[in-house]
């Protein structure tokens, strides 16, 4: 007999693979689609935000390093770990020329409170249609996935990473920055 537990998280995987088929996607790299082509130029974007001008473009940070995270839903167990660790690196960032920015379906009314309950200094973006989760290979049915990309000052994008543990990925991803700003 399966537990009820057991049931639970085989019902949560076949819905993530029935949602991954559905994106049509036959070439895809992730399950949530077609990754975009490391060294070419990263899908230029221009999304709402509640910091700012109200308006973030990729293009905004011609210049920097950028640290491009989607992540599925604000107030979540596992996005809240990553934000938070994203924020307390948030110097080493800085200090290394990057932009961290975070990007799910939720609307900038959500982002606000999550940023101003976690005390969250950088960005997050609002996709809420997933036009830019989809560009980025990020989008499953109507939330984004736990992807990150590194972009170079050039708009080059030069790391993906999606398989990502929350509690340990921004020490993941700033020694690759590191690796990557010393090849440059």
């Known amino acids: 007999m399966v537990s009820r537990r057991n049931f639970l998280n085989i019902l949560f995987a076949l819905c993530f693979a029935v949602l991954g088929w559905l994106n049509f996607a036959p070439t895809a790299n992730a399950l949530g689609g077609k990754l975009p082509d490391v060294n070419q130029l990263a899908p230029e974007f221009t999304l709402s935000t509640n910091t700012g001008d109200g308006e973030v473009s990729l293009s905004d940070y011609r210049g920097k390093w950028v640290v491009l995270y989607f992540y599925p839903k604000d107030f979540t167990p596992g996005c809240t770990i990553e934000a938070?660790?994203?924020?307390?690196?948030?110097?080493?960032?800085?200090e290394k020329n990057a932009q961290v920015i975070g990007v799910s379906a939720d609307d900038i009314d959500s982002h606000a409170e999550f940023c101003d309950s976690e005390g969250l200094k950088f960005p997050l973006l609002a996709d809420t249609s997933g036009a830019v989760s989809k560009d980025y290979g990020s989008w499953i049915g109507f939330v984004s996935m736990r992807h990150t990309f590194i972009i170079d000052p050039e708009g080059v994008l030069r790391e993906t990473f999606v398989k990502v543990n929350p509690s340990i990925h921004s020490t993941e991803v700033l020694a690759r920055l590191e690796e990557l700003r010393s090849a440059a």
Do not use: A, E, G, N
């Open 84 to 94: 938070r660790r994203f924020q307390q690196d948030l110097p080493k960032y800085i």
